[in-house]
């Protein structure tokens, strides 16, 4: 089984590295000939295109935040109470804390990004 999943891995990576390679000089080609118009590929970022980028990096960087704090918080409850981790009934609070947290993450992106609206 695992000799299959490198050969994957290796067939897969010499895949993706060919498809860049060969867009990279689709592309080269593309702007030697005066084509760039047609093709969309140097496009002028606006500062409308900025906005968007900042707020999306918000986002995850809040949902990240709270979700290390989620597993923080499942780990410190499970030494407190001694849960088992074979003890799927009690294993479950971990799951349940993490997603509360990732849940609340994405509510306070959420009412930032309202208020930023206004």
């Keep these: 089984m695992q000799d299959v999943f490198m050969a994957l891995v290796v067939f897969g990576s010499f895949f993706f590295i060919i498809r860049m390679f060969t867009n990279f000089l689709l592309k080269r080609r593309l702007i030697k000939g005066g084509h760039v118009e047609k093709a969309n590929i140097l496009e002028p ?10 707020m999306a990096s918000l986002k995850w960087a809040m949902v990240s935040t709270m979700a290390g704090l989620g597993l923080i918080v499942a780990f410190l409850v499970g030494k407190y109470f001694e ?3 074979y003890q799927m009934d009690r294993s479950l609070i971990s799951f349940g804390i993490e ?7 994405f509510l306070f992106y959420f009412l930032i990004a309202i208020r930023q609206k206004q």
Aim: proline fraction near 5%.
């Design 83 to 85: 849960f088992d981790r």
């Design 45 to 54: 970022v606006s500062s409308q295109e900025q906005e968007p980028q900042r």
């Design 99 to 105: 997603l509360m947290f990732i849940g609340m993450g």
